[in-house]
């Protein structure tokens, strides 16, 4: 398990860890007029990476350097000299991520064989900066990735659509871990002009800012790949009249997760339906630049429950499945792109994997410490198809995150990626229930999700808390990594599995029945209770003492105290619901009261980061 804030402070704190980095003791002082110079066959490929550079070195080590490029300059002059080759042999993706950095008597030197090197470079060079400011120790770093490919994507379909500035934040946060993939999951929140009815309280992202993004992510090495569901996850589209007639169960039906009210998957028989995804497609793609395509198709659980009963009864499930996705496969090729899907489904009728195209991708996810990775990814292996391996964040259905299953997910996906070959890396955050987790709470399993994915062996135990708080927070004493390492880690306290989230974020986001199956009908003891509180008392206390060097940091604070009073009143909830023992008369006035005062909170954190469509739902699922 990794450490938490017990490193030497003085010791090289990086995320990720390079893979390999010798100090050579001594220190060189940053001085004043001195140049960047930019050496490279064309040097406007490089200017970006300089200005990084040049932007880094002005806010940590407050000088101001010029970008030359060209090396006719004397020696002396040379703050920071970038040499990036341009080698033809940089033919692999991996190749074009290596970089080395020296820090050295006479100045600092990165060499690199393409941009995304340099870049890489000098999102090293910003931490080294960041942590030790002017003087810097002498140092030689040899660095290149475990996986070519690091992704994070975001769910903004559950509720919560997060404003551009949010998003810009976000990407540089992602860019200095050296993440390369960034996917926004959408099943309803783009704003499709053929299809207003769908997204209209929504507060969608729209083709421009669609575009707006994906020139910021190329900056930035990051490739904005389009992530459309368009089989199962179709609720959002199917509750409206002009699309019901399209639904496998236009009026819900029973599924392995219960009772379903509403329509949830596309009927694959209806040649309505792949028009519908043929339209959907031609509307989106246009604004990406990516070669990928992220189309979804997981979770098909009502499939053969309605109008498809009888073909699935005589054909099978998943010969009906693969069938539509062949079909949404066909349309993707059109617009030119390689098929990304999500690979439950298929991966549940194993004897149909080796009808797949060899030219699409399977995304190979789960979400708990000890899911499947080594078995599938053999299977897949075995088979041919090229996969991601996809952990998460643990956040959602959390509140406070779940940092002990979050590190052993992603470890666990990253280990077995490598062993069978994976091609990808990606850590999905979700927002299931109404997305109630601030988005801090997923910083550190970011962090930790893109060092195992940069490097296995050099991230594996890294001191994650010390990281996160330096480069994440902006709090160099450690005390924000740690609070929300151990905030993360509250759930422990209730040692009950509870698959995909907390026990107290169930006791928030579920009626009394919904809340006991969750829990198997185990009882949780007050005992567990009492603890929970307790360390939230320590954790609540210690919230305005953190320090952080941020624009945002009494936002950040406020987020976390809110977080705790839901953590609270899930606790509570428990409780008055009588799966912790007896039941508990309430004061519904009091409980009233107290739910009227987390929603207002709820809504004031809310609109800070995100656009208001999505918010009134995600409140509801605050229960009494």
């Given at each position: 398990?990794?450490?938490?804030?017990?490193?030497?402070?003085?010791?090289?704190?990086?995320?990720?860890?390079?893979?390999?980095?010798?100090?050579?003791?001594?220190?060189?002082?940053?001085?004043?007029?001195?140049?960047?110079?930019?050496?490279?066959?064309?040097?406007?490929?490089?200017?970006?990476?300089?200005?990084?550079?040049?932007?880094?070195?002005?806010?940590?080590?407050?000088?101001?350097?010029?970008?030359?490029?060209?090396?006719?300059?004397?020696?002396?002059?040379?703050?920071?000299?970038?040499?990036?080759?341009?080698?033809?042999?940089?033919?692999?993706?991996?190749?074009?991520?290596?970089?080395?950095?020296?820090?050295?008597?006479?100045?600092?030197?990165?060499?690199?064989?393409?941009?995304?090197?340099?870049?890489?470079?000098?999102?090293?060079?910003?931490?080294?900066?960041?942590?030790?400011?002017?003087?810097?120790?002498?140092?030689?770093?040899?660095?290149?990735?475990?996986?070519?490919?690091?992704?994070?994507m975001l769910d903004i379909s559950r509720d919560k659509v997060p404003t551009?500035?949010?998003?810009?934040?976000?990407?540089?946060?992602?860019?200095?871990?050296?993440?390369?993939?960034?996917?926004?999951?959408?099943?309803?929140?783009?704003?499709?002009?053929?299809?207003?009815?769908?997204?209209?309280?929504?507060?969608?992202?729209?083709?421009?800012?669609?575009?707006?993004?994906?020139?910021?992510?190329?900056?930035?090495?990051?490739?904005?790949?389009?992530?459309?569901?368009?089989?199962?996850?179709?609720?959002?589209?199917?509750?409206?009249?002009?699309?019901?007639?399209?639904?496998?169960?236009?009026?819900?039906?029973?599924?392995?997760?219960?009772?379903?009210?509403?329509?949830?998957?596309?009927?694959?028989?209806?040649?309505?339906?792949?028009?519908?995804?043929?339209?959907?497609?031609?509307?989106?793609?246009?604004?990406?630049?990516?070669?990928?395509?992220?189309?979804?198709?997981?979770?098909?659980?009502?499939?053969?429950?309605g109008r498809s009963k009888a073909e699935v009864e005589a054909r099978g499930?998943?010969?009906?499945?693969?069938?539509?996705?062949?079909?949404?496969?066909?349309?993707?090729?059109?617009?030119?792109?390689?098929?990304?899907?999500?690979?439950?489904?298929?991966?549940?009728?194993?004897?149909?994997?080796?009808?797949?195209?060899?030219?699409?991708?399977?995304?190979?996810?789960?979400?708990?410490?000890?899911?499947?990775?080594?078995?599938?990814?053999?299977?897949?292996?075995?088979?041919?198809?090229?996969?991601?391996?996809?952990?998460?964040?643990?956040?959602?259905?959390?509140?406070?995150?779940?940092?002990?299953?979050?590190?052993?997910?992603?470890?666990?996906?990253?280990?077995?990626?490598?062993?069978?070959?994976?091609?990808?890396?990606?850590?999905?955050?979700?927002?299931?229930?109404?997305?109630?987790?601030?988005?801090?709470?997923?910083?550190?399993?970011?962090?930790?999700?893109?060092?195992?994915?940069?490097?296995?062996?050099?991230?594996?135990?890294?001191?994650?808390?010390?990281?996160?708080?330096?480069?994440?927070?902006?709090?160099?004493?450690?005390?924000?990594?740690?609070?929300?390492?151990?905030?993360?880690?509250?759930?422990?306290?209730?040692?009950?599995?509870?698959?995909?989230?907390?026990?107290?974020?169930?006791?928030?986001?579920?009626?009394?029945?919904?809340?006991?199956?969750?829990?198997?009908?185990?009882?949780?003891?007050?005992?567990?209770?009492?603890?929970?509180?307790?360390?939230?008392?320590?954790?609540?206390?210690?919230?305005?003492?953190?320090?952080?060097?941020?624009?945002?940091?009494?936002?950040?604070?406020?987020?976390?105290?809110?977080?705790?009073?839901?953590?609270?009143?899930?606790?509570?909830?428990?409780?008055?619901?009588?799966?912790?023992?007896?039941?508990?008369?309430?004061?519904?006035?009091?409980?009233?009261?107290?739910?009227?005062?987390?929603?207002?909170?709820?809504?004031?954190?809310?609109?800070?980061?995100?656009?208001?469509?999505?918010?009134?739902?995600?409140?509801?699922?605050?229960?009494?």
């Open positions: 398990m990794p450490k938490s804030a017990q490193s030497h402070p003085l010791s090289p704190c990086l995320v990720p860890e390079p893979r390999a980095i010798t100090l050579n003791g001594g220190a060189l002082e940053i001085r004043p007029d001195k140049l960047i110079v930019l050496k490279a066959a064309q040097p406007a490929r490089g200017f970006f990476e300089a200005q990084e550079a040049q932007r880094a070195l002005s806010q940590h080590a407050r000088v101001t350097w010029h970008i030359h490029a060209s090396d006719a300059v004397p020696a002396e002059a040379t703050g920071l000299l970038i040499v990036i080759e341009d080698a033809a042999e940089a033919s692999a993706d991996v190749d074009r991520q290596r970089y080395a950095l020296d820090v050295t008597p006479g100045g600092i030197r990165i060499s690199a064989s393409a941009p995304a090197g340099a870049f890489y470079a000098v999102m090293t060079l910003t931490q080294l900066l960041r942590q030790y400011g002017r003087v810097l120790p002498l140092l030689h770093i040899e660095d290149r990735p475990d996986f070519a490919r690091r992704g994070v551009m500035q949010t998003l810009f934040e976000l990407v540089d946060m992602l860019a200095e871990l050296k993440i390369n993939e960034f996917q926004l999951y959408t099943e309803h929140t783009f704003a499709y002009r053929r299809h207003p009815v769908v997204w209209a309280s929504a507060s969608p992202m729209t083709g421009e800012e669609i575009m707006q993004l994906d020139a910021y992510c190329r900056m930035r090495h990051i490739d904005l790949v389009p992530n459309q569901n368009c089989f199962g996850h179709m609720r959002r589209w199917l509750i409206h009249d002009a699309y019901r007639h399209l639904a496998e169960c236009p009026n819900g039906c029973d599924t392995t997760w219960g009772y379903f009210a509403e329509p949830f998957t596309l009927c694959p028989g209806d040649p309505g339906s792949i028009a519908l995804v043929e339209e959907i497609f031609e509307e989106l793609l246009p604004h990406f630049t990516s070669r990928f395509f992220n189309v979804g198709c997981d979770e098909t659980v009502d499939l053969g429950q499930a998943g010969r009906v499945y693969l069938d539509f996705l062949l079909k949404i496969y066909e349309r993707v090729k059109r617009h030119g792109r390689t098929m990304q899907f999500w690979g439950d489904i298929i991966m549940a009728h194993p004897e149909l994997v080796a009808e797949l195209p060899r030219d699409v991708i399977a995304m190979e996810w789960g979400y708990e410490f000890d899911h499947p990775f080594a078995d599938h990814g053999a299977k897949f292996a075995a088979s041919g198809i090229p996969f991601y391996v996809c952990g998460g964040t643990s956040s959602w259905n959390s509140l406070g995150g779940r940092t002990d299953n979050a590190i052993g997910n992603l470890l666990n996906a990253a280990e077995n990626g490598q062993k069978h070959g994976a091609i990808g890396f990606l850590n999905t955050d979700w927002g299931d229930y109404g997305h109630l987790q601030p988005l801090p709470i997923s910083y550190l399993p970011y962090a930790y999700g893109a060092g195992v994915s940069w490097c296995i062996a050099a991230n594996r135990d890294v001191d994650i808390a010390r990281a996160v708080s330096l480069h994440l927070f902006g709090d160099p004493s450690g005390a924000t990594g740690q609070f929300v390492y151990d905030l993360g880690n509250v759930y422990t306290r209730i040692p009950l599995r509870t698959h995909n989230g907390t026990a107290y974020a169930y006791g928030v986001i579920f009626a009394e029945e919904a809340l006991k199956r969750r829990l198997a009908e185990n009882a949780v003891e007050r005992t567990w209770l009492k603890q929970v509180n307790k360390d939230l008392d320590r954790l609540e206390a210690a919230v305005p003492t953190l320090k952080m060097q941020r624009s945002d940091a009494v936002l950040i604070r406020r987020e976390f105290a809110h977080v705790i009073h839901l953590m609270r009143y899930g606790v509570a909830r428990l409780g008055r619901l009588g799966v912790a023992g007896k039941r508990v008369a309430a004061d519904l006035k009091a409980v009233e009261r107290e739910r009227r005062r987390l929603v207002a909170e709820h809504d004031r954190v809310w609109l800070a980061r995100n656009r208001p469509g999505g918010m009134e739902d995600s409140a509801a699922n605050i229960r009494l």
